[in-house]
């Protein structure tokens, strides 16, 4: 009876506010994030794996280093560190990406969380006259940004994100990462970001923007441009970035240079101005030379060009080359004669294989076994393949005088081999008559030891 009247008023409640239920599940759909219950925060960059860029060195801090803030205001600022921490502290996380990360060998993008004192907060207590055209951010070593435009100016102003940092990650900011102050400026190039910033000039005089937006892209991070796979399944991975506070919705990915394209996943749930990363797993079934490209579409319904300078699919495309791989089966030949020597004979047991169309033809080739008396000894196994380096050998020698037996493995590519040439030898050395037998295991992907 208990349950029967709990039912009854659960379904009671559901009938009457119905419509109240509906509101909240389509506000849920419309105004969340996508997925945000499912995908992971951004990765943050540890700041000892963070890239460092000085093309001019590091500069000497002063020691008697202070802010300062000039030019057409009614209270210039003149702070030292100790004075910016007293203001309220400000975490904003943000990607940094070099402008050279496109064309780099090395990654030249990270993720961190930076805290300091809001941009905003010391352009309203220096009070600028309202006719400020543009703001100069001053570096120790000379080097300056400019932002420009008072639209610009109203948009710095309403953000609390742009903030001159001191701290990276919750520590001190590095001398290599600018210390003691550098400008985060979320959503445009590391050009922007200044470093051992020093001074801010707020001034009537126009001057140019030397600050970009980053531009939406999406970069291959793993496999690395020539990386060699093997037939099977492969994980493709990397990340997204787009500024302007703008969403990443989509990745896709073409595996044959552009011709068709699949959707990749999303790893990470929307953070402005920060990077997302995804992942696709590729189904490798053909060996060959492959162009992977990535690109990535935003919520107003942009996608990355195949050409945008640096940051166009074309540019951030790797190539790979796929082969049969390394096998996982193994086969095990043996075979034995009789040799008769004086001093010194041989036995040459021989691993050659020829594929002179140089097409993905299977073909194992032929074991061959030869000896004094140019007696050849072959084996073709019922299922061609590739064969790879010995794992195991072994030679049994009975009767004669034996001097000596060595094994030599020589012209051989450690990596997977396709067409080989002389793998594994044994030379016998001896007087009188012996009988042999030798066997090699070795590592085969379609052969198998019936």
């Known amino acids: 009876m208990i349950f029967e009247i709990n039912l009854s008023t659960i379904i009671f409640f559901i009938r009457k506010y119905q419509k109240v239920f509906i509101a909240i599940t389509f506000f849920m759909m419309i105004f969340l994030p996508t997925d945000c219950y499912t995908l992971d925060p951004p990765p943050i960059t540890p700041t000892d794996e963070f890239f460092v860029i000085n093309n001019y060195g590091i500069p000497v801090i002063p020691d008697n280093w202070h802010l300062i803030t000039e030019g057409e205001v009614v209270n210039s600022l003149s702070l030292t560190l100790d004075d910016l921490m007293v203001y309220p502290a400000k975490t904003t996380m943000a990607t940094l990406e070099c402008l050279g990360n496109p064309l780099s060998t090395e990654l030249l993008i990270g993720n961190a969380n930076w805290t300091g004192i809001s941009l905003h907060t010391l352009i309203e207590q220096s009070k600028p006259l309202s006719e400020v055209e543009s703001i100069i951010i001053h570096a120790i070593d000379g080097y300056s940004v400019i932002i420009k435009g008072q639209s610009l100016l109203r948009d710095i102003l309403q953000r609390d994100d742009i903030i001159l940092a001191y701290s990276m990650n919750d520590e001190m900011l590095t001398l290599e990462q600018g210390y ?43 496999p690395k441009n020539g990386e060699k796979f093997m037939i099977g399944t492969h994980s493709i991975s990397g990340m997204a970035l787009v500024g302007e506070r703008i969403e990443i919705t989509e990745v896709e990915v073409s595996t044959d240079g552009g ?30 030379k492959y162009e992977i490209i990535a690109r ?34 193994e086969i095990t030949y043996s075979v034995s004669g009789t040799v008769t020597g004086d001093v010194q004979y041989g036995v040459n047991i021989t691993l050659s294989g020829s594929d002179s169309s140089n097409t993905t033809t299977d073909y194992l080739g032929n074991f061959s076994f030869n000896g004094l008396n140019n007696c050849t000894y072959t084996i073709t196994p019922s299922k061609a393949g590739y064969i790879f380096i010995p794992i195991e050998r072994s030679l049994t020698i009975s009767g004669g005088n034996v001097i000596g037996v060595n094994f030599d493995a020589y012209e051989v590519d450690h990596t997977c081999i396709q067409w080989a040439d002389i793998i594994a030898m044994y030379n016998i050395y001896l007087s009188g008559q012996a009988t042999w037998s030798a066997v090699i295991t070795c590592y085969n992907q379609y052969a198998s030891s019936q």
Do not use: M
């Not at 959503?187 to 009537?204: A, H, N, P, Y």
């Open 259 to 288: 011709a068709t394209w699949q959707a990749a996943r999303l790893l990470n749930y929307y953070v402005p101005n920060v990077w997302k990363h995804w992942e696709f797993n590729w189904e490798i079934s053909e060996i060959g």
């Open 180 to 222: 003691p102050l550098r400008l985060v400026l979320p959503g445009f190039l590391g050009t922007s970001w200044v470093q051992w910033v020093d001074r801010i000039e707020i001034t009537t005089t126009s001057a140019s923007n030397n600050s970009v937006a980053i531009p939406l892209h999406a970069q291959i991070l793993k």
């Open 296 to 329: 990535a579409k935003d919520n107003l319904g942009n996608i990355q060009s195949e050409e945008n300078g640096l940051f166009g699919w074309q540019i951030l495309s790797i190539n790979v080359n796929v082969d049969y791989g390394c096998p996982a089966n």
